[in-house]
Each structure stands twice: as structure tokens, then as C-alpha cells.
């Protein structure tokens, strides 16, 4: 039996424009609002970079097919192993669980710029809006350029935000297979909340009522957890991860 929608009204459509257009000014990412059962854009904004030199109201007439006619090649297969992953995993989550908890998905690919210029961007995808059946509505889609090291992760990857789990899509299984997540302690959270906000070893000391030592062993620890090699590395995992 088909589900009945019903429509958004303009009130909501343009709280959901205010939202996504604060979102993307603080965030510099370029947002999506996208109507679930249509694959619609019912809101897009962001940075003409990201929407490889087209307007917002050029990108929202185009849909899908703006992933379709920009997205590198060797990477369409990528998108749409997405699409139907999060599907599929959406569908095996109770209905119950799906208003309860959040899902963030994430994956990597490359945008075609200008015909010539591979941008390398983190697509993440939040299914959203809940009807009376449980089923998601719309989908917020933030594309963000890829931190450095992204391209080093492997396949696709969901976090349940309530239960901080994570599970990587395995493309040669064709399932999602659950991660060990990454514990961070309250120290290893304040040194990198202090580092992104630009803090010294030494003032992070001082606002940690740490010695020097500790925090320079602790940092370290920090750096062997997340296999990275210095603190602007390990801020973008813990981003891109939603650890902090």
C-alpha cells in the first residue's frame, strides 16, 4: 500500500531555505534539502564552487542529474552504491529506532569543475522529516571539501550518533559491516576542542590544569589512536567523524 504524503507547507520550505542558508555561511559547505520519494532539491545552498559554477536556482532545476553530469566517472558507481546502501540500511532500522536515533552517511568522491579540475568532496547524507509510518521525508545532503587524508578511508560509512557505532559498506560483500569506534578521553577532547580553536601546547596546559608533559604524551597518544601525524590531521578525522 502506498504511503500518503502530504505536502510541505510554505512556512516550512522557507524555514528549512533560512536554516540551510545559516548552516552553509558557518559551515562554508554547500547543503541540499532533498524530497526522499522525487529525489527533488527542495532547498540548495552554498558556494558556486561546489555547485561546479552553476546558480543555486539552476542547481535546484537540476536534481539528481547535477551529481549525474558532474560527478567524475569512476565515481558515479560510488554514488549510486550510496544511494541504495543507505536505502537498504534505513529499511533494516525499526521504525521506532529511525525517529530515535540520527544517521549520518558519509562518502568520498570527485567533482568535474569547469570540464577539467577534480574536486575531491565528503558527501554526507541525514535521512529526515519522519511521517506517521516511520518512513524519512527529505534528506540533508552537505557536499564540503575533503580533508586531505580523506581518500585514505575505505568504502562508505554510517555513525549512529546515538550510539556513536559506525559501519563501513563493504562494496565486495555488499553489506555494512559494524567498526570498532574510536574512545576518545575527556583530556583528548579538550586538547583538540583548545587546538581548533588555535591554543598552544602550553595554553592548553594552563586551561587544562595539565603539566606540559602530560599534554605533549597525551597528544601523542592522540596522534597514534587516529594514525595521523600532527593535530590539523587529526581535527579533520575527528570532524569528519563526528567525534568531537
Partial sequence: METSYQAFSNIELDLLEQLSQAVSHTTYATLFIIEHRTHSFYVVKGHPLL???HTEEEVREMGLSFFVEHIMPEDRQILETFKQAMHNYMCAVSKEERRKGCYIFSCFFHLLVGGK???PVQCEMIPMAFDDNGDYRLVYCKLSLAPKNAQKEDGLSVKNTMSNKV?????VRQRWEEQASVQLS??????????SLGHTVEEIADATHKSLSVIKHSKQRLFDKLCVKNITEAICIVLTHHLL
Avoid at 167 to 171: A, E, G, I, P, Q
Avoid at 186 to 195: D, G, P, R
Fill in 51 to 53: 555547485l561546479c559554477g
Fill in 117 to 119: 579540475a577534480k574536486l
Fill in 167 to 171: 559501519w563501513t559498506y563493504s562494496m
Fill in 186 to 195: 575527556k583530556l583528548e577532547h579538550s586538547i583538540l576542542m583548545l587546538a
